[in-house]
Nanobody
Framework: EVQLVESGGGLVQPGGSLRVSCEAN????????VGWFRQAPGKEREGVAT????????SYADSVKGRFAITQDISKNTVYLQMNSLKPEDTAMYYC????????????????????WGQGTQVTVSS
């Protein structure tokens, strides 16, 4: 069983930066993905950024391209999301998720592709 724990959320002013972390209790599927998703009140959960564990390939939602960066430290079973130039519309609960073992993923930004989820960390962008 993979357990994920997010940390690093908080309150930041518009234009500011924040880094959130996701630590797993064990290595995730080597050919799978780890992703960051977010959900604002009254809205559906959406994919923000994903990274493929074996080759480090990344994907981003259009709304965050050029502002957010996802990276991983495999030795620490940890994935990071660096968020720059934050906007009020980035305010949401941010969740980390990992795909299941041996799952063949067709859309790595689709939350339904992910099996393991963390509890989330709140990010609020406000002056």
């Amino acid at each position: 069983e993979v357990q994920l724990v997010e940390s690093g959320g908080g309150l930041v002013q518009p234009g500011g930066s924040l880094r959130v972390s996701c630590e797993a209790n064990r290595p995730t599927y080597s050919r799978g993905f780890v992703g960051w998703f977010r959900q604002a009140p009254g809205k559906e959960r959406e994919g923000v950024a994903t990274i493929k564990r074996d080759d480090g390939n990344t994907s981003y939602a259009d709304s965050v391209k050029g502002r957010f960066a996802i990276t991983q430290d495999i030795s620490k079973n940890t994935v990071y999301l660096q968020m720059n130039s934050l906007k009020p519309e980035d305010t949401a609960m941010y969740y980390c998720a990992a795909t299941g073992f041996y799952r063949v993923v067709t859309d790595n930004l689709d939350p339904d592709e992910y099996t393991y989820w963390g509890q989330g960390t709140q990010v609020t962008v406000s002056s």
